[in-house]
């Protein structure tokens, strides 16, 4: 047991500095538009160029993690996203910033298909959900932290400091994680290379790739959009709009601790068809509401659901995907959910530049896209739940029925 809160400390330790280094660009966005002098489409670009390489080499990263130790590979990534982050401090125009945050992608692209497959591994039955939403909460942690801190330590210092601050936390994490599981017994790897179907993979997960698509683009929106919004249509300066934003990821990070709970009082699949509702009404409600405390209190309420759709995707496919394949599957599927978070951002961001001269559009335009996106994800999962067996009333270890 002692080995086993080993292990899941050190894996949300990891979520924990792999998302905060990757949140240092939305942390200071309306600083970084300054310094290299772009607007809202090259903010979709860079997002989206961004989200767009981690899905790539997460495919990669997720096929080759099922022959490897989870306690060696992981940090592997990590180091190289440290090193990466310390070195986008280098940029000089806009488009070595691109160049440079795409790189540092590629260290990114080790956690999620290779932490995530790890818990499905290590956990099952309530247990999974429990561990899933730890880990998840860890990640949104690194997310506050690193959005929180971002926009103060570069006003104070430059808005290199930030990246290689996140650099130098990432390496120090895979010490601490190194150490942690160091008397770790990993599951033992199979001695033949696994057989991996791709076409059955995506059959086995197909009803949560819409769900996971919509959620990358609700993350992906309101973290790099939201800065934006509160600055241009609500008056707030550029430290306040940062932790405004940030503070809506302690809410979720909040909620996301109690995933486990909640999914057990209510079911996995409720829980994620009712957040799906939550944030369309969030975005839709805040930004034409004109109300500074009523965007805020919907934001970080009924807008924190975007952080429960997480850790319940991922149980419904960690049950769903073949064991030995989990990286793979998890490979997989997290491509296709930064595939919606980079063409949602890109979306956004073309929408507002598209229609910046029709009054505040510009800064709204991006939150009417994900309100609407989100009720169509509300919609699909409503009708889709005949075809689904709720995993709160599958057994330990069982797999939906679909």
């Not at 769900?211 to 008056?235: D, E, Y």
């Not at 707030?236 to 809506?248: G, L, N, P, V, Y």
């Not at 793979?328 to 507002?352: K, M, N, P, T, V």
Request: proline share 3%.
């Amino acid at each position: 047991m002692a080995g086993a809160r080993r292990v899941l400390f050190a894996n949300s330790l990891y979520h924990l500095t792999n998302d905060g280094a990757v949140t240092v660009i939305a942390g200071q966005i309306t600083f970084l538009q300054i310094q290299f002098s772009f607007g809202a489409f090259e903010t979709g670009l860079l997002s989206g160029a961004a989200l767009l390489v981690t899905a790539i080499f997460q495919m990669v990263f997720g096929a080759m993690s099922d022959r490897r130790d989870p306690t060696r590979f992981l940090p592997l990534g990590i180091v190289v996203l440290g090193v990466g982050s310390a070195l986008v401090a280098l940029s000089s125009t806009f488009w070595i910033l691109l160049l440079l945050v795409s790189l540092s992608r590629i260290g990114a692209s080790f956690y999620h298909p290779v932490g995530i497959a790890w818990i499905g591994r290590e956990f099952q039955g309530p247990e999974l959900d429990r561990s899933m939403g730890f880990q998840s909460a860890f990640g949104d942690t690194g997310v506050i932290l690193g959005m929180a801190t971002t926009s103060v330590i570069a006003v104070a210092f430059g808005w290199q400091v930030p990246f290689l601050l996140w650099g130098g936390i990432n390496l120090g994490a895979v010490a601490l994680g190194l150490w942690l599981v160091r008397n770790h017994r990993a599951p033992t790897v199979p001695r033949e290379r696994p057989k991996r179907d791709y076409v059955q993979m995506i059959r086995d997960v197909r009803l949560w790739l819409f769900p996971l698509a919509l959620g990358g683009a609700a993350f992906s929106i309101f973290s790099t959009f939201g800065p934006l919004l509160l600055h241009h249509r609500f008056g707030f300066d550029d430290t306040s709009s940062e932790i405004a934003i940030a503070i809506w990821i302690l809410a979720g990070a909040l909620v996301a601790f109690f995933f486990g709970r909640v999914s057990r009082r209510f079911g996995r699949l409720r829980t994620l068809t009712a957040c799906y509702a939550f944030i369309g009404l969030a975005s839709l409600i805040g930004v034409a509401s004109g109300s500074t405390a009523v965007v805020l209190g919907l934001f970080w309420t009924l807008g924190s659901a975007v952080f429960i759709t997480y850790p319940a995707l991922f149980s419904f496919v960690s049950e769903a995907s073949h064991r030995r394949l989990q990286g793979a599957a998890f490979g997989l599927i997290f491509g296709f959910q930064l595939l919606g978070g980079s063409l949602g951002s890109f979306a956004a961001g073309s929408l507002a530049a598209s229609f910046r001269t029709v009054g505040d559009f510009e800064s709204t335009g991006p939150f009417y896209f994900l309100g609407f996106l989100a009720l169509a994800g509300f919609g699909y999962l409503f009708a889709i739940r005949k075809r689904i067996r709720n995993s709160h009333s599958v057994p330990s270890g069982g797999t939906p029925g679909v």
